[in-house]
């Protein structure tokens, strides 16, 4: 479900709504009562220490006004972890969000290691309940709205790992749960366990999707329907890879984040066939290459928001745009077909069976 915020200012004894651009929807948090902006902004690149210099390396003047200029544009959903430059992230993006905090939905993860003793990492009791303090700590917050696990930890039992989060939930420190990373099978087990015994259960997953990279339509999605959980996208332009910058036979931009740091990992030539096709399109809209990357993902009905990340204010204009960029029906069309990915099995034999088992509409 989604909508679009009226463009009105409330008086004061309403409650308060983003301002900023008309442009913006809001679309339900899975079945949560929550709405978040189609667009979520990023925070992997503030800081910039360590392993994490090559993503980006934002000090606080810049994340302020990167984080000022989403706030006009009527964004009110914020991601980072812990592990993004070893907490930098959430302090810069604590400071940078400052009085407007209260206006916004504010996430993060856990599971990276954090310092090199033993049990500083993974998603046992004992980690996830000294790394939400540090969190709090760093964002100066006194709740986190989305915590999410960053990922699958196969030493720790998803029933300790579960009870622990439904335990921050009930102590008020965190308000919604979330996965990231995980396969279908591991997150459906996490659900059934949840609802076996009454705990606070995953009402989002964030995983990596774009137009380059459609393997999460095979498992993931149809389970996302059937449960009613959000879908958050990070890596939209698949590191940059969507960015326009990089055409076949042509080398990258020299300092590209994809020169020190490839990833995802993507089929190169099939994304270049796809590259050649939003290049048509790019250019019946007078449009760049990236912003049709985002727009054909804020199409897909699976996805709930968008996150985008920018080293400067000029990439984030650009993002920004992509809520504006309708797609006719031919051009999706045309994207889709060049994308999308070849069937598999089971996929193709429960497709042949259930021919005869699908409604017809009268």
Not at 5 to 11: E, G, I, M, N, S
Not at 102 to 124: E, H, P
Not at 261 to 285: L, Q, S
Request: glycine share 10%; hydrophobic share 40%; proline share 3%.
């Amino acid at each position: 479900m989604r909508f679009r915020l009226p463009d009105v200012r409330w008086a004061a004894s309403h409650r308060r709504i983003p301002e900023g651009d008309p442009h913006m929807n809001y679309r339900q948090l899975g079945r949560t009562g929550l709405y978040v902006s189609e667009l979520c902004f990023g925070a992997m690149t503030f800081g910039g220490e360590g392993y994490w210099q090559a993503i980006g390396q934002q000090g606080q003047d810049e994340a302020n006004k990167l984080v000022g200029k989403c706030l006009d544009a009527g964004v009110n959903f914020f991601d980072t972890a812990d592990i993004y430059s070893f907490g930098a992230s959430e302090t810069i993006l604590g400071k940078a969000l400052g009085a407007k905090r209260s206006q916004v939905v504010l996430a993060t993860k856990v599971r990276g290691r954090m310092s090199a003793g033993v049990n500083d990492i993974g998603l046992s009791r004992g980690h996830i309940m000294d790394s939400v303090h540090n969190s709090l700590r760093r964002l100066g917050t006194d709740y986190i709205d989305l915590y999410q696990i960053h990922g699958y930890d196969a030493v720790t039992p998803l029933d300790e790992t579960l009870r622990a989060l439904d335990d921050l939930v009930r102590q008020g420190k965190v308000r919604y749960l979330g996965a990231s990373n995980l396969a279908a099978w591991q997150l459906m087990k996490a659900l059934g366990i949840s609802e076996s015994r009454h705990l606070s259960r995953f009402e989002s997953l964030q995983a990596y999707y774009s137009i380059a990279g459609r393997d999460l339509e095979r498992e993931l999605v149809p389970l996302m329907n059937d449960q009613r959980l959000g879908l958050m996208v990070w890596s939209p332009l698949a590191g940059g890879f969507l960015s326009g910058k990089y055409r076949r036979g042509a080398q990258g931009p020299e300092g590209a984040r994809r020169a020190s740091f490839d990833f995802p990992p993507i089929n190169r030539e099939r994304a270049y066939d796809v590259i050649d096709v939003m290049d048509g399109v790019a250019k019946e809209h007078q449009t760049s290459v990236a912003r049709v990357a985002l727009a054909w993902l804020l199409h897909q009905q699976h996805v709930t928001t968008v996150i985008i990340g920018a080293k400067t204010e000029a990439q984030l204009d650009d993002n920004l745009a992509a809520t504006t960029l309708k797609l006719s029906a031919e051009q999706l069309a045309k994207l889709d077909a060049v994308s999308k990915l070849t069937p598999e099995y089971p996929a193709w034999m429960l497709e042949r069976q259930g021919v005869d088992r699908v409604p017809v509409s009268k």
